[in-house]
Each structure stands twice: as C-alpha cells, then as structure tokens.
T-cell receptor, first 115, second 121 residues
Framework: AQKITQTQPGMFVQEKEAVTLDCTYD???????LFWYKQPSSGEMIFLIY??????QNATEGRYSLNFQKARKSANLVISASQLGDSAMYFC????????????FGTGTRLTIIP | NAGVTQTPKFRILKIGQSMTLQCTQD?????MYWYRQDPGMGLKLIYY???????DKGEVPNGYNVSRSTTEDFPLRLELAAPSQTSVYFC????????????????????FGPGTRLTVL
C-alpha cells in the first residue's frame, strides 16, 4: 500500500520569499511517480509538477521545483519568490507506474502568502 | 478543448434519494477516475476505469456505482444517499502512454474537472 504524509497543515509566508512544502511517502513499488497539485479557493485541482522515481534530476517547472530525496522518501515542493496568487491548498500525491494508475493523496498543506 | 466537465456543480439530496453525477472529457483519455474530497482532507479514489467497458473499485467504493460505455463519459451513481456521502466529488482523466516501453515512463498527469459539491440532508 502507498501512503503520503504531509505534516504541515498550514503555513504563512511573506510575499517574495521562498517556501518549502514537505511531503514524505511510503511504498514498496520500485517504479513510481510523485505529483504536486494546487487547489485554490475556487476548488479546482491544478497540476504543478511531476517527478519520476528513476529521474536523476530534480523536476522544475517555472517557479516550482521538487526536492526529491529517494533514500529519505521525500518529495518536497519548493516555490521560489512566492506571490499572493500562490495562496492555496497544496497536495502531494503518488502513483505506482506499473499495474496501478491510481493516485494516493496526502491531506494537504494550506499555504497563505502575506503581503 | 473543454477538458473535463462535470454536472451539476451543486446538489442537495435528501437521505435515500438517488442521483447521477455526470463526467465528460474530450481529450480522448483512456483512464478516468472518481474521487471524493471531505472537508480538510485529501482526495480518495472511489472508482476508476482504464477504458470503455472496464471499471474497478478504488479505496472508498461503497454506496456508489459507475459505468463506462464510451471513452468520453464516466457517470457516478449514488443509489441511496446518506449523510456520509456529503462531499466534493472530482472526476479526472489521464492518458497512459508508457506501458511496455521500459522503466522510464512518460509522465501523464491527471486532469481534473471543477468538482460537484453534494450535500445530503
């Protein structure tokens, strides 16, 4: 079974500062993918970034990067130069790559950017 | 492309009533999913489908049924609504492209619909 743990229920960050959202995972699968989704107050789920378990480089997408430490089973999301529009819930999720397309989600972190 | 669309956006049901949540995608995705999100929680998988005519249970299937007669549509049926089914329901779809190509799969993120907020009183 897969499990995602997000230990920060809420975070407050000053605008323009960088922020790290923590995510640890547990799986017995050798090949898997890790995802981060953003859920603004409007409710939709927005895909941010993906990291494959065999990817040697940390994934980056604009201001988002994923600090992937496989041995520690962590996949932290780093947002550089935070903006007011980054205020939202952030969910970490994982999926085994073979025989299982299902995403397992963490409980989320509510990020609030302070002007 | 409209992406993933869901109807209705909001619905209030009485205990014991039934309803169908509609989900349609126009991206020709083979995989479709239904999740529920309870307040303050992450999403939990109810049912999923890997293609037309094929469905399987997720983590929390009790009280729900699904069908997948076409690639585009994946309706979720609640037969006897209960207060425990008060939640926000998300439909999602994705396209799997990596099977059989080795150990470096192509990432295929799930695209989500806007959600249906259901209250059972």
């Amino acid at each position: 079974a897969q499990k995602i743990t997000q230990t920060q229920p809420g975070m407050f960050v000053q605008e323009k500062e960088a922020v790290t959202l923590d995510c640890t995972y547990d799986t017995s699968d050798q090949s898997y993918g890790l995802f981060w989704y953003k859920q603004p107050s409007s409710g939709e789920m927005i895909f941010l970034i993906y990291q494959g378990s065999y990817d040697e480089q940390n994934a980056t997408e604009g201001r988002y990067s994923l600090n992937f430490q496989k041995a520690r089973k962590s996949a932290n999301l780093v947002i550089s130069a935070s903006q007011l529009g980054d205020s939202a819930m952030y969910f970490c999720a994982m999926r085994a790559n073979f025989g299982n397309e299902k995403l397992t989600f963490g409980t989320g972190t509510r990020l609030t950017i302070i002007p | 492309n409209a992406g993933v669309t869901q109807t209705p956006k909001f619905r209030i049901l009485k205990i014991g009533q039934s309803m169908t949540l509609q989900c349609t995608q126009d991206m020709n995705h083979n995989y479709m999913y239904w999740y529920r999100q309870d307040p303050g929680m992450g999403l939990k998988l109810i049912y999923y489908s890997v293609g037309a005519g094929i469905t399987d249970k997720g983590e929390v299937p009790n009280g729900y049924n699904v069908s997948r007669s076409t690639t585009e549509d994946f309706p979720l049926r609640l037969e006897l609504a209960a207060p425990s089914q008060t939640s926000v329901y998300f439909c999602a779809s994705s396209y799997s492209t990596y099977r059989g190509t080795g150990i470096f799969p192509t990432p295929d993120e799930q695209f989500f619909g806007p959600g249906t907020r259901l209250t059972v009183l």
